[in-house]
């Protein structure tokens, strides 16, 4: 299969351990810097890619072959569970796409990394993965779409727009084996590169119910789902986790339990 997965992770890899940090433009960045040091990793690799803009999906939409990479950075410790998906529920195909999302976790304390000439605090990455959309979801048929309702309030004159988020479980929180290292996961029918070695085989099981939709009752502030029977239920997907040959070999496994109920917001 044709695919820039092999590439871009030994070029993340080597980065890596080649101590090429993350950059801060402010303080005040939680969103744009990890995907900044993507974009270096990119752009020293000189292959073609749109430049990322706000509220596009994915972040980064390879030329050639027709792939997309997603950038999620997470502060470590902290919110490593699960992680919000302002736009698209997670997939592993959007419009003829194929997709990868790069998890990349930095220090949650940045007070003891100094900053440097231009004022701009340097730090490294923790641990990275990147893994195939499949592995968060393998349905490829949903279409996020943005709602609303008018007729809201006393006079009736009040729109409530139905703009949702989805709370997504991370690999780090499904995977074992993952915590410190660099892992890439891909389906287990790519074909692996010579430069690297299986380090996990990795199974999901699709749920026996799915959700088709959901009502809110703004009385009452409460919320419920409408489930209908998975006609794919139990169908199993295959996954298998991959680490470069000068990397360490240590095993990754699939999480026995996972608690993915999210936090709630009050």
């Excluded at 590169?193 to 703004?218: C, T």
Aim: with cysteine; proline share 6%; glycine share 6%.
């Amino acid at each position: 299969m044709d695919t820039t997965c092999w590439d871009v992770y030994d070029a993340c890899a080597v980065a890596v351990q080649q101590g090429q940090t993350i950059e801060a433009v402010s303080d005040r960045d939680k969103e744009f810097h990890f995907q900044n040091w993507f974009q270096s990793i990119l752009e020293g690799m000189n292959v073609q890619f749109d430049v990322p803009s706000r509220n596009a999906y994915p972040d980064f939409r390879m030329v050639v072959p027709p792939e997309g990479y997603e950038v999620k950075g997470l502060a470590w410790p902290g919110r490593e569970r699960d992680y919000d998906a302002n736009s698209q529920v997670p997939s592993g195909c959007h419009n003829g796409r194929q997709i990868f999302y790069v998890f990349g976790r930095y220090p949650a304390d940045l007070s003891d990394y100094p900053k440097n000439r231009a004022g701009h605090r340097e730090y490294p990455v923790v641990d990275l993965i990147i893994c195939h959309g499949d592995f968060l979801n393998v349905d490829h048929d949903y279409v996020h779409k943005n709602r609303h309702v008018k007729g809201f309030g006393s006079y009736g004159d009040i729109m409530i727009r139905d703009r949702k988020m989805y709370v997504a479980p991370t690999p780090f929180a499904l995977t074992t084996g993952t915590t410190g290292l660099m892992t890439l996961i891909v389906p287990e029918e790519f074909e692996p590169n010579s430069r690297f070695r299986l380090v996990g085989e990795l199974e999901r099981r699709e749920a026996q119910e799915i959700v088709i939709g959901y009502h809110f009752d703004l009385r009452t502030n409460v919320i419920e789902s409408t489930r209908i029977p998975n006609p794919t239920a139990g169908v199993s997907h295959r996954f298998r986790a991959y680490r470069l040959k000068t990397q360490a070999d240590k095993i990754v496994t699939m999480q026995d339990v996972v608690d993915l109920e999210p936090e709630v917001d009050e």
